[in-house]
């Protein structure tokens, strides 16, 4: 480091990086990235199970030419572990040289996706901003403590859970602390992310740590009340049933935080994993959701989340939005689970969030039964009904979330998409868009284009909705309007959405305005049986419910 190039030399509050110059094999665009930034002391030893804290400065020039490791994980797809416990690293890219950079970019911090029990924000998994980077933004992506070494909560102050959600808010103060550095806008921040990523920005949203911390937010396929990512009420009961893997005896809590805590990180990993297949064989192939996942704190200081989702949902600033869904979203199951489903136990796995009598459940499968499958029973034929029940179930009060937003005192405004498109990116070649479709066509994921095989099969089909995606997001980002500051190619005006005159763009191979409600007969549907699940809540559960007792809304 003798001679330094100035152009990859920047200075932050913690000390001088020198980062390096990335050339796209997507279109050979040329961007500076600034790799395996420290956001956070490394989670070790002691501070294993423990809340971030701020990183340590240092001396001299740090090399941010490499990524950090990824946090330990098993890939869902590798038979090894990866990654290690000294993981909370961030990347950011710029479209210059900051130090050539005289107006601040909007910036827009990514989180990854995974379940919570697995990715990262290496380049060579989450992918890198080839397709934003002529747009003029900074892109930031960190890692984050996933499932038992980000999750495990033992309700005491020393585990209260919720690490990996603290760990992402640090890198958000990180970020506004820093990000001047780059030629970025602390004051112009967009938070931004698919799948289980969406629901932890939108629960970050309602967490009272990351107030002012960003100003916009795109939420692809998923929302704070999603019955996979949410969060959990059994989190003590999966702490005991690790540990019971584990070989740990006994029922003392301290005792327990302790042997875990001097346990090697792989032993741990180990035991999840075999935890993991225990509990598919529970359930006969079926688990849906992360084993340790967000959770109630017990104690209200630093907490993350002290109520349910439920509770909280109308908790956050009004912001600017983009929310969406793909019109497949529900083949995800059947792409990743077991096909050995039966209806009760669909309505059960995920409705679990509310109070359900069984004989609430009984009429509720009735009702589903007829409307989605016209009482056949559930086979490879019912595939494409099976799939409507799924993208329905997950996003049971989505729109009663959209409606609040769009209607609360100081509304920002709330744009609104559902994703058709099928092409050579999509993950599952089926009559519908599966979900995360849509991420593979914002961000250059070459991980998962390796995966399907489908790395240099970019036609102009592909290109037409990366130019229309990229362009309709960068302009969020920049100004919170997707329809400025550049015109879209397809010179169309996305209207916001709006409960008393709904509107959404659906995104195919062209994008074209439409009027009304997603899947409007299905979800009046869900609005019906969510009406009646909630008026009976309260009700007692015992097998002997008299069902005239239950108040039905089914007009």
Same mark, same amino acid.
């Given at each position: 480091?003798?001679?330094?190039?100035?152009?990859?030399?920047?200075?932050? @509050?913690?000390?001088? !990086? !020198?980062?390096?110059?990335?050339?796209?094999?997507?279109?050979?665009?040329?961007?500076?990235?600034?790799?395996?930034?420290?956001? =956070?002391? #490394?989670?070790?030893?002691?501070?294993?199970?423990?809340?971030?804290? $701020?990183?340590? $400065?240092w001396n001299g020039i740090r090399s941010a030419k490499r990524p950090g490791k990824d946090c330990l994980h098993k890939l869902v797809w590798a038979k090894t572990n990866t990654g290690s416990e000294d993981c909370l690293y961030l990347n950011v890219y710029t479209p210059e040289a900051p130090c050539e950079i005289k107006t601040p970019k909007s910036v827009c911090v990514m989180v990854h996706s995974g379940g919570n029990a697995w990715g990262s924000a290496a380049p060579d998994y989450y992918g890198t901003p080839d397709f934003l980077v002529h747009h003029d933004v900074i892109m930031v992506a960190m890692n984050y403590r996933l499932h038992v070494f980000g999750f495990l909560n033992l309700d005491l102050p020393q585990c209260s859970g919720n690490m990996g959600m603290k760990d992402i808010i640090m890198a958000l103060c990180w970020v506004k602390e820093n990000i001047e550095c780059f030629g970025g806008d602390p004051n112009n921040i967009t938070l931004c992310g698919n799948s289980s990523a969406a629901t932890n920005i939108h629960l970050i949203m309602i967490s009272p740590l990351a107030k002012g911390l960003f100003n916009k937010a795109i939420l692809q396929g998923g929302y704070a009340?999603? $019955?996979?990512?949410?969060?959990?009420?059994?989190?003590?009961?999966? =702490?005991?049933? !690790?540990?019971?893997?584990?070989?740990f005896k006994g029922n003392h809590t301290k005792r327990l935080l302790r042997y875990l805590k001097q346990l090697p990180a792989e032993d741990i990993v180990e035991a999840l994993n075999k935890l993991r297949k225990k509990l598919k064989e529970k359930t006969r192939g079926r688990l849906y959701n992360s084993i340790f996942m967000v959770s109630i704190e017990a104690f209200e200081e630093g907490a993350f989340l002290t109520r349910s989702p439920r509770e909280m949902i109308h908790n956050n600033d009004p912001i600017p939005l983009v929310w969406d869904v793909c019109d497949g979203e529900g083949l995800h199951a059947l792409a990743v689970n077991s096909w050995d489903f039966t209806l009760p136990e669909i309505l059960r796995e995920n409705l679990w969030m509310y109070k359900i009598s069984p004989k609430t459940l009984q009429i509720l499968e009735k009702e589903v039964a007829e409307f989605y499958f016209s009482n056949k029973d559930i086979s490879r034929i019912t595939v494409p009904e099976l799939v409507d029940l799924f993208s329905d179930i997950w996003y049971i009060e989505?729109?009663?979330?959209?409606?609040?937003?769009?209607?609360?005192?100081?509304?920002? #405004?709330?744009?609104?998409?559902?994703?058709?498109f099928r092409? =050579?990116?999509?993950?599952?070649?089926?009559?519908?868009?599966?979900?995360?479709?849509?991420?593979?066509?914002?961000?250059?994921? @070459?991980?998962?284009?390796?995966?399907?095989?489908?790395?240099?099969?970019i036609t102009s089909r592909e290109q037409k909705v990366i130019d229309n995606m990229a362009t309709f997001m960068t302009?969020?980002?920049?100004?919170?309007?997707?329809?400025? #500051?550049?015109?879209?190619?397809?010179?169309?005006?996305?209207? $916001?959405?709006?409960?008393?005159? #709904?509107?959404?763009?659906?995104?195919?191979?062209?994008?074209?305005?439409?009027?009304?409600?997603?899947?409007?007969?299905?979800?009046?549907?869900?609005?019906?049986?969510?009406?009646?699940?909630?008026?009976?809540?309260? !009700?007692?559960?015992?097998?002997?419910?008299?069902?005239?007792?239950?108040?039905?809304?089914?007009?």
């Open positions: 480091m003798d001679t330094v190039n100035e152009k990859f030399l920047v200075t932050t @509050k913690q000390g001088k !990086l !020198l980062g390096t110059e990335y050339v796209s094999d997507y279109n050979n665009a040329r961007y500076f990235a600034f790799l395996g930034i420290p956001y =956070a002391k #490394p989670p070790l030893g002691g501070l294993r199970f423990m809340p971030p804290e $701020p990183p340590s $400065p009340l999603s $019955p996979l990512w949410s969060y959990q009420e059994n989190h003590r009961e999966r =702490a005991d049933e !690790l540990a019971q893997v584990l070989g989505w729109y009663d979330v959209l409606n609040f937003q769009a209607t609360r005192p100081n509304a920002q #405004p709330l744009f609104l998409y559902l994703f058709k092409g =050579a990116l999509n993950f599952v070649n089926f009559l519908v868009a599966c979900h995360a479709d849509e991420c593979v066509y914002f961000i250059y994921h @070459k991980v998962f284009l390796r995966i399907t095989n489908t790395e240099n099969v302009n969020f980002m920049k100004t919170g309007n997707v329809n400025t #500051p550049i015109q879209n190619k397809t010179t169309i005006d996305w209207k $916001p959405y709006h409960s008393d005159d #709904p509107h959404y763009l659906e995104f195919d191979g062209e994008v074209e305005m439409k009027k009304g409600i997603i899947n409007e007969e299905r979800t009046r549907f869900w609005q019906r049986m969510m009406k009646m699940i909630k008026e009976n809540e309260n !009700l007692p559960t015992e097998n002997d419910i008299d069902i005239e007792n239950l108040k039905l809304h089914q007009q």
